[in-house]
Structures are given as structure tokens and as C-alpha cells.
């Protein structure tokens, strides 16, 4: 069956110090890798998109790679203001996204 | 801000009521997908619609039902309500011509009693 694995579930960090979040698929026929960040009571914010083994894409503090089976969002140097819940999904079939359950990060001052 | 617009953003039903939840997507975007997400998890996608043609769904079942109008916005509507179904419901927009990435509305918050 078709699955997305994130791991850890919740991540601790003090401000600074750097970790990286992991997101294992199984899905076949991957068309796509995607990151979300998602805040307490709000919906997904769109982070990035990786589409084949390899790629790699940066934003400010945030770092995705993507290899065949798992894809990794690295965060450098964290700030209070990045914890949240990351999502990472798999596009299956042009229009169907599979989640994951989310690492919820936690960045104490 | 995405611009996908979800309405209302929080309701509470009785079991068994029918619910209608309405989105409006991002200026340009002509798909529509509609997500379950259940407390601590992540979204399970519902079905999307594209050209006011249902082209995708989900493991749920066809009490979950949806519509797409002209102008690319769309309902969900679900009928018979079960506990089960209190989640938050969120809308997301595309533009199929132009890739596959999605983009969410703050979704609605539906609590069953």
C-alpha cells in the first residue's frame, strides 16, 4: 500500500540549533515531492516542490532534498517563529496527494 | 494569503444533518480539491474537480459529494453526518496547465455532536 512516513513526530530544538526532518514514500510513480508548513488552526502553506532524485531547493533557513525513497527538510539555525507542523506529500496520479502525519517542531528561545 | 477563500470557517451540526462547504479558488486556477484532516494528522484527499468534472477521489464514501461551477469555486456538501466526520475541511487550488503544485485555504472547522 502506498504510504508517507515522517519522522519524528515533534522535534524540540533550541533557537539555533540545526536538525533536519525526514519524509519516507513508498508511493510508486511519484510525480512529485512537496513541503507544507502548517500553524495551529490555519491551513498548509506551500514551502517546496521536488520532482526527482537529487534536487534540492532553499528558502531563507529551510533546505528540502529529495532521494528515490525519502525526502529530508533541513533546518538551519531555527528561530521561535519556524515552529509549526511540516508537511511533507507525494503527488500519486496527477491529482492525488498523499500526507504524512506532519513533525510537529517545537523552537524554544 | 493564497487567495483561496473558505466559507464558514467553523459550524457545528447534529448527526445525521447534511453540511455544505463552500470555496473560492486563487484568481487563474481552474481545479479544485477538497482534503479531510483530522486532529493531529495529515489532509486525506476527498476528490477534486476540474472543469466542473469530478477527475479524482479518495477512499470516502459517496455521501461526500461536490460540485464545481463556472467560475472555478466549488462545495463540498456531505450528507448523513457521522461523529467520525468532524475534522477540519480544506479547500486547495491549482492550475492544472501550469503544474501540480496545490495551494490551501484556512479551511472550515466542522464539529459533528
Known amino acids: 500500500e502506498d504510504q508517507v512516513t515522517q519522522s519524528p513526530e515533534a522535534l524540540r530544538l533550541q533557537e539555533g540549533e540545526s536538525s533536519s526532518l525526514n519524509c519516507s514514500y513508498t508511493?510508486?510513480?511519484?510525480?512529485?515531492l512537496f513541503w507544507y508548513r502548517q500553524d495551529p488552526g490555519k491551513g498548509p502553506e506551500f514551502l517546496f516542490t521536488l520532482y526527482s532524485a537529487g534536487e534540492e531547493k532553499e528558502k531563507e533557513r529551510l533546505k528540502a532534498t529529495l532521494t528515490k525513497k525519502e525526502s529530508f527538510l533541513h533546518i538551519t539555525a531555527p528561530k521561535p517563529e519556524d515552529s509549526a507542523t511540516y508537511l511533507c506529500?507525494?503527488?500519486?496520479?496527477?491529482?492525488?496527494?498523499?500526507f504524512g502525519s506532519g513533525t510537529k517542531l517545537n523552537v524554544k528561545p | 494569503e493564497t487567495g483561496v477563500t473558505q466559507s464558514p470557517t467553523h459550524l457545528i451540526k447534529t448527526r445525521g444533518q447534511q453540511v455544505t462547504l463552500r470555496c473560492s479558488s486563487q484568481s487563474g486556477h481552474n481545479t479544485v480539491s477538497w482534503y479531510q484532516q483530522a486532529l493531529g494528522q495529515g489532509p486525506q484527499f476527498i476528490f477534486q474537480y476540474y472543469r466542473e468534472e469530478e477527475n479524482g477521489r479518495g477512499n470516502f464514501p459517496p455521501r461526500f459529494s461536490g460540485l464545481q461551477f463556472p467560475n472555478y469555486s466549488s462545495e463540498l456538501n456531505v450528507n448523513a453526518l457521522e461523529l467520525d466526520d468532524s475534522a477540519l475541511y480544506l479547500c486547495?487550488?491549482?492550475?492544472?496547465?501550469?503544474?501540480?503544485?496545490?495551494?490551501f485555504g484556512e479551511g472550515s472547522w466542522l464539529t459533528v455532536v
Open positions: 508511493v510508486s510513480g511519484l510525480r512529485g
Open positions: 506529500a507525494v503527488l500519486y496520479n496527477f491529482n492525488k496527494f498523499y
Open positions: 486547495a487550488s491549482s492550475r492544472q496547465e501550469s503544474g501540480n503544485t496545490i495551494y
